[in-house]
């Protein structure tokens, strides 16, 4: 999948990956052709995107859809989710992988 994840006018490449020595998932985003990153595997993956809710690690792990989309400034982000049950949005800002939960369904 290719968008410009970063704002840079240049189109980033994602692929999804998957870590041999225990099967963690996540994602390889190589930025303008030149820098590489994985995303899924670093401390900030581990904490949780809401207090009692999944980490992004977690989300990567159960990932049924991914999809890049825009934001409200009209920059792409790559949008992962379960069917009918969240979406988490992957972005850059200031040079860094970001993470936010959009949605998240609760059964009562």
Sequence with gaps: ????LNGDDAFD?????????????????????TYLSLVGYGLAAHQPLKPGYYTLADSLDKVEFWELRQNDQRRDELVIGQVEKSEVAIFWKHSGVKHRRLWRFVEP
């Design 1 to 4: 999948m290719s968008g410009d």
């Design 13 to 33: 490449n994602v692929v999804t990956i998957s870590r041999i020595a225990d099967q963690r998932k996540g994602d390889a985003v190589c930025r303008a052709g």
